[in-house]
């Protein structure tokens, strides 16, 4: 191990790989504050939690909008809102900083977006959706996209209304993703077509 350590200035001048490498500071990750959080340019994207049951979940997914650096997140139905403890353990704060509210049902929300002329997307495995990867986002346009419920999905009334059902394409035994990944999944795809 000591002669590695010796050799470490030769190894890195001839191998620019082997130190290039190292985890970044908190400093050095340039972390918004919440107020900063809250007067940035928003990425044009809105999640619409359809009756999510756990609380880790919806933490989770704040978690994930915070990251994004999305517009807001419509809780819905059943979904918990903060504050709670269970929501707080995994949203570490993200609650504080993104933009959210409740609304009782998930379809008075979907035709409030459509009127302003939102597309809606419900994140589901029906008939007739479209592939993650195949999705043509439209720029410029506010992307509303509709979590649903751990067991049951989008309900069928919200996906009628919206105007693309999406797929995340899989390729495994289950065909089912835990919400809070799927939600991240497909922000990543959202995100990197309509950042800020």
Known sequence: MGLVRANLPFLAKHNPYLCAM??????ELNRLGVDDFKAAPKSNIVLVLDNIRSRNNVGAI????DAFRIEEIVLC????TPPHKDIH???LGATESVSWRYVNATSEVIKEFRKTGAHC????????A??????????????????GNEVQGVSQEVIDICNTAVEIPQLGTKHSL???????????HFFMQLRP
Request: positive net charge; charged residues 20%; without cysteine.
């Open 62 to 65: 704040f978690r994930t909008a």
């Open 22 to 27: 190292r985890k970044r500071t908190m400093d």
């Open 178 to 188: 835990n919400v809070a990944t799927s939600a991240g999944v497909v922000l990543w």
């Open 77 to 80: 139905g059943i979904t918990p």
């Open 130 to 147: 479209t592939f993650l990867d195949a999705l043509k986002i439209i720029p410029n346009q506010k992307a509303v996209l509709v979590m």
């Open 121 to 128: 997307y419900a994140i589901e495995q029906v008939q007739g």
């Open 89 to 91: 353990r995994t949203a």
